[in-house]
């Protein structure tokens, strides 16, 4: 076993915070495992991952070292954010231990950890139908009322007029532009300024 290191989520309750920390160091110590170091990190859908310190704690960890949060909700801020941040850490062959969840999950996935991160998988992809239903009906609602809609005229083509209703979804949810980005395989530039050229941000 690597480096043990713990995932804080950052909030204005500090009482939560501690209370993470306890967390982790308690099911450190029963399973006889020493906690390295901890790395506390905001989380908001308006920062990117390098502004959520995502990026920092990956590069601060190597194959084989395992990250203990709390709860996967600590990741992020929608399931689309904890899927796409848990493959992260699987892949670059970290462990991943989320406490309440009771999932253990080493850097190389056996079959279990696989069908687990296929089930965030499903979970998410469902979550993204949700979201596209609910943009869907309120598209609906604002035309009947007589709202302009789509991209402003003359507007040049982009690869991601086809993804509209989506990141318009995603962006109602709270997913960061950086997340929604990932998602759609563009890079973060591109996705922020097809934002601001349709007025979203």
């Not at 996967?72 to 062959?93: K, N, Y």
């Not at 998410?124 to 991209?151: F, H, N, P, V, Y």
């Given at each position: ?129 949700l ?66 050229r349709?007025?979203w941000?």
């Amino acid at each position: 076993m690597g480096k043990i290191v713990g995932y804080l989520r950052v909030s204005t309750d500090k009482q939560d915070v501690d209370g993470q920390r306890l967390q982790i160091l308690d099911a450190a110590n029963a399973a006889g495992l020493t906690v390295a170091e901890f790395q506390a990190f905001e989380v908001s859908s308006r920062r990117s991952l390098d502004e959520r310190g995502i990026t920092a704690l990956l590069a601060s960890v190597a194959p084989g070292d395992m990250i203990i949060v709390a709860e996967l909700s600590r990741l992020g801020r929608s399931l689309v954010q904890v899927v796409g941040i848990v493959d992260q850490i699987l892949t670059a062959g970290v462990g991943l231990w989320s406490i309440k969840e009771g999932i253990r999950l080493a850097g190389e996935l056996d079959i279990a950890g696989k069908t687990i991160v296929t089930m965030f998988g499903l979970m998410a992809e469902i979550e993204r139908d949700l979201i596209s239903q609910r943009t869907k009906a309120g598209l609906a609602a604002a035309r009947a009322k007589g709202a302009q809609l789509g991209a402003p005229k003359g507007a040049r083509w982009s690869k991601l007029d086809q993804h509209e209703e989506e990141i318009r979804g995603y962006l109602a949810k709270g997913v960061s532009v950086a997340s929604i980005a990932k998602i759609l395989g563009v890079s973060r530039s591109t996705m922020h300024g097809h934002c601001q050229r349709r007025g979203w941000l």
